[in-house]
């Protein structure tokens, strides 16, 4: 059974296009995260999601929405995509990490994203 | 904001014994955390470290120092499988908890 799973897994699009990555884990998890690698391999996070809420939103462009219909899943959704949004995006799950513990996060497979 | 450090990249021997090193600069240290990043695949947890000493697991251990805010993974009997980018993240407390990751060091294991 996949833990954390994403679709689609490569995506090429043309700039300016608007466009969606999905994300859904079987784990039980209350809290969801997307990531972005860049081609130096860094990854940064993007967004954090507790319960349905939002408990984090860093410094990423408006362009980027994550939307979380309920607690398994966590979409992402691109506006107006640009040349430099191309990256491999990872979504993430793990227990509640507000507090004092030693919760993994558990990586989906990730989805590189190609803008041309 | 946090600082890490981990080496670019570094090369072993299958056999071997290879050392990450991993140095941050904090407030508020709240654990520290390995994963295993092989390429074009997920990046997979390794270890946790929260209080200062060496923790053993397999193949591999993970040793902290929060007085010099410094740590380093230790690979044991190098297996060319091992081949992969090596992650450490930092977490702080207060705020979001989560996780602030390094560059990654990319190891290279060779026959």
């Known amino acids: 059974d996949t833990a954390v799973s994403q679709t689609p897994k490569y995506l090429v699009t043309q700039m300016g296009n608007d466009k969606s990555i999905k994300c859904e884990q079987n784990?039980?998890?209350?809290?969801m995260y997307w990531y972005k690698q860049d081609s130096k391999k860094f990854l940064k996070i993007m967004f954090s999601?507790?319960?349905?809420?939002?408990?984090i939103n860093e410094t990423v462009p408006n362009r980027f929405s994550p939307k979380s219909p309920d607690k398994a899943h966590l979409n992402l959704h691109i506006n107006s995509l640009e040349l430099g949004d191309s990256a491999v995006y990872f979504c993430?799950?793990?227990?509640?990490?507000?507090?004092?513990?030693?919760?993994?996060?558990?990586f989906g497979p990730g989805t590189r994203l190609t803008v041309t | 904001g946090q600082n890490i450090d981990q080496p670019t990249e570094m090369t072993a021997t299958e056999g071997a014994i290879v050392q990450i090193n991993c140095t941050y600069q904090?407030?508020?240290?709240?654990?520290l955390f390995w994963y295993q990043q092989h390429a074009g695949e997920a990046p997979t947890f390794l270890s946790y470290?929260?209080?200062?000493g060496l923790e053993e697991k397999g193949r591999f251990s993970s040793f902290l120092s929060r007085s010099k805010g410094y740590s380093y993974l230790l690979l044991k009997e190098l297996q060319m499988k091992d081949s992969a980018s090596y992650l450490c993240?930092?977490?702080?407390?207060?705020?979001?908890?989560?996780?602030?990751f390094g560059r990654g060091t990319s190891l290279i294991v060779h026959p």
């Open positions: 904090t407030s508020g240290f709240n654990g």
């Open positions: 470290n929260v209080l200062d």
């Open positions: 999601y507790n319960n349905k809420e939002l408990i």
């Open positions: 993430a799950s793990s227990q509640e990490i507000r507090f004092d513990n030693s919760y993994e996060q558990y």
């Open positions: 784990l039980g998890h209350d809290t």
């Open positions: 993240a930092v977490r702080v407390s207060g705020g979001s908890y989560i996780p602030t």
